[in-house]
C-alpha cells in the first residue's frame, strides 16, 4: 500500500508541477503578475487552471496525510 501512495503522491506532485508551470505562464501571458493571483479577478480560462491547481494541491495533501498516517 506504501509502494501504491508513493505512487500517487509521485503523479500528483508532477501534474501539479505541470499546472503550476501552465498557471503561471498563462498569467504573464495576459499581464498578470502571479504574485498577486489570489487578489486578481481570473478571466474563464486561468480561473479554471486556478481550480484545477487548488484541486490538486488539496488531494496531495490528503494523499500526505493518509503516508503520514502509515
Known amino acids: 500500500m506504501t509502494d501504491e501512495l508513493d505512487n500517487q503522491v509521485r503523479e500528483m506532485e508532477d501534474?501539479?508541477?505541470?499546472?503550476?508551470?501552465r498557471f503561471t505562464r498563462e498569467l504573464r501571458?495576459?499581464?498578470?503578475d502571479?504574485?498577486?493571483?489570489?487578489?486578481a479577478a481570473l478571466p474563464?480560462?486561468?480561473?479554471?487552471l486556478y481550480l484545477e491547481r487548488q484541486l490538486l494541491l488539496a488531494?496531495?495533501?490528503?494523499?500526505?496525510?493518509?503516508k503520514e498516517a502509515k
Open 15 to 21: 501534474r501539479l508541477d505541470s499546472i503550476n508551470e
Open 29 to 32: 501571458a495576459r499581464g498578470f
Open 34 to 39: 502571479p504574485e498577486q493571483v489570489e487578489t
Open 44 to 48: 474563464g480560462e486561468l480561473a479554471k
Open 59 to 66: 488531494e496531495l495533501s490528503e494523499l500526505n496525510k493518509q
